[in-house]
């Protein structure tokens, strides 16, 4: 269906192919995996078969792109729209009406498609992916995973044989992805559609692709095999692959059901260790008791500061680095928060989860002052958000949005940069020392890089390093691993750890259960608005089935979130 013949892609003003030598086949009916690190040209791939590459990208693409015998090379993007769809990174880039039930159908106006034939497949697609209750909703009101939810929607209606999808879950909850990708099953198993994906959260996807072609890196030839022979050597995988090549287990489970099956001994390994560990604590502390009026022994110095301070830097006037009390938000036509109570203290690192459209993203802009309480209060630090001018609020709260581009402006790095230093009174180089600290990479990137350039990974990191110019207290992230691979999202997670041993408080709204295991210390769940569950991470993800990581699902009932977690309770080795 298709075809891939010696491919590769060198854009306009590149000094080497971005891809090269790519030579593989997507079978009809099948599910192939598209994986490997940032950078090494997924996208890219994925866009040749629309021929979004080269007809609008520009560069130049030798070798051959066939799907359905249709030559990539020959045929533009719409003389291929009636066999390809494509469902990109960014959905809103996709839109080109005001609501959800115009959307699904442009495409098959496009086609010419007969009104009683394109009414029956946008009931059966609302059906499919759960937009029954949003027909009438206007785009620009929906969550940013209900927008997904409508982008796929709008490519599934004129029935291709060949999807295109780079990154169809990244911004949708555990629940809503997982009916997404049971669509996409069924459409492979049930339809014959030919599905081309690729995805970074691959403990959502591997069990539903037929096969994975992988991309290493350092311009490796592509290899293109069954999930469990490239899982078996390829440098990204998810945690349940993590778990078991630590475990030594043969062959790679997959799933967390294959996992479990095999975590017997590693359970009561695990169990063993924690009863040891227990019993030596309590001779320690029964060996050496203190005597009254005996000094406490001094706390542990704070890690080394990653960063310099300005000697500028005042703590904030109140104890919580943000307080909500009673905070009801409404949103025509809903309510959108209700009732909302909770404080943040300094160094505390909290992941807000939910359903899309449960009100995270909006408690987030509430606390950062783009929109006032319906009712109740909200207080970042000694300030009052929606009341104290930008610059002001600057140092008490920043924001990083769901798409790190919003916060970015300028035509270079360099600008962004010197602009965010001006912003915050700070000394000139400031922001860019902090890029280097974020992401040491980035010294490789010259000062004149636009941002639209750069990786996802690299422009989380600019602005990353904007926002927290101003040394603001409070640090509000809104998805922040949409579009990173393992090992930028492990980068991300060690500065927010040395971020919030500095002092920094930390919320994140995020479907990303992986990193909410990973580094925060409580977690908040919100349902239609209103919070349902507050308390230690432990406690709230392994009570929650949609929200427990990969590694708490096939340890339970004990109370393990991540693979670092078991490997450190075992020691150097944890194979069983």
């Avoid at 034939?117 to 759960?130: Q, S």
């Avoid at 599905?195 to 996807?205: Q, S, T, W």
Wanted: hydrophobic share 40%; aromatic share 2%.
């Amino acid at each position: 269906m298709i075809r891939f013949e010696d491919v590769s892609v060198t854009y306009d003003g590149a000094t080497e192919p971005t891809v090269q030598g790519i030579d593989f086949e997507v079978p009809e009916g099948e599910l192939v995996l598209l994986v490997g690190p940032s950078g090494t040209g997924k996208s890219t791939i994925l866009n040749s078969v629309s021929g979004l590459v080269p007809h609008f990208t520009g560069g130049t693409l030798r070798g051959r792109v066939t799907v359905a015998g249709r030559d990539t090379r020959t045929h533009k993007p719409r003389e291929l729209a009636d066999v390809v769809g494509t469902v990109g990174q960014d959905p809103i880039s996709h839109f080109v009406t005001d609501t959800v039930e115009d959307e699904l159908a442009y495409g098959m106006e496009s086609l010419g498609l007969p009104p009683d034939v394109m009414r029956r497949r946008v009931e059966e697609t609302l059906d499919l992916l759960g937009l029954t209750d949003l027909r009438a909703r206007p785009i620009s009101t929906l969550s940013g995973g209900q927008q997904q939810r409508v982008a796929i929607g709008s490519v599934l209606t004129p029935h291709p044989q060949a999807l295109i999808l780079d990154e169809p879950t990244s911004a949708l909850d555990p629940a809503a992805a997982e009916e997404v990708l049971a669509v996409l099953q069924r459409l492979v198993h049930d339809l014959g559609t030919t599905i081309l994906m690729a995805e970074h959260r691959l403990e959502r996807v591997i069990q539903y692709a037929d096969q994975i072609a992988l991309l290493p890196a350092q311009r490796e030839p592509l290899r293109l095999g069954t999930p469990a022979e490239i899982m078996a050597e390829s440098p990204v995988y998810p945690p349940v692959v993590d778990l078991g090549r630590m475990a030594g287990w043969s062959p790679l489970p997959l799933t967390v059901r294959d996992a479990r099956r095999r975590a017997s001994g590693l359970r009561q390994r695990l169990a063993q260790a924690a009863g040891s560990r227990a019993a030596g604590a309590a001779r320690v502390g029964a060996a050496a008791p203190r005597k009254r009026g005996q000094a406490t022994p001094a706390p542990a110095q704070p890690p080394r500061r990653w960063f310099r301070k300005p000697t500028s830097a005042t703590p904030p006037p109140s104890p919580h680095a943000a307080e909500v009390q009673a905070l009801t938000i409404h949103r025509t036509p809903t309510r959108a928060l209700t009732s909302i109570t909770l404080t943040l203290t300094p160094g505390e690192t909290l992941a807000l989860m939910g359903r899309n459209g449960a009100g995270k993203s909006t408690l987030l802009n509430t606390l950062v002052g783009l929109i006032p309480p319906t009712s109740g209060t909200v207080r970042t630090g000694g300030a009052v958000p929606h009341r104290t001018p930008p610059r002001d609020l600057i140092r008490h709260v920043g924001l990083v949005p769901q798409e790190p581009r919003d916060l970015l402006y300028a035509d270079t790095v360099a600008a962004e940069c010197a602009a965010a230093d001006a912003d915050a009174s700070a000394a000139p180089g400031t922001c860019r020392t902090l890029l280097t600290d974020l992401l040491p990479g980035m010294t490789d990137v010259p000062d004149d890089t636009h941002p639209r350039d750069l990786s996802e990974g690299q422009r989380l990191a600019l602005a990353l390093a904007v926002v927290l110019t101003a040394r603001p207290p409070l640090l509000l992230l809104d998805e922040p691993t949409r579009g990173l691979d393992y090992a930028a999202k492990a980068r991300l997670a060690t500065a927010l750890k040395n971020l919030a041993a500095e002092g920094h408080a930390i919320v994140l709204a995020t479907h990303d259960v992986e990193l909410a295991a990973e580094i925060a210390d409580r977690v908040v769940l919100l349902a239609d608005g209103e919070i349902i569950a507050d308390g230690p991470a432990a406690d709230v993800v392994v009570a929650s089935p949609s929200f427990a990581p990969q590694v708490s699902k096939i340890l339970a009932p004990q109370k393990w979130l991540t693979v670092a977690q078991v490997k450190d309770a075992l020691g150097s080795s944890g194979r069983s």
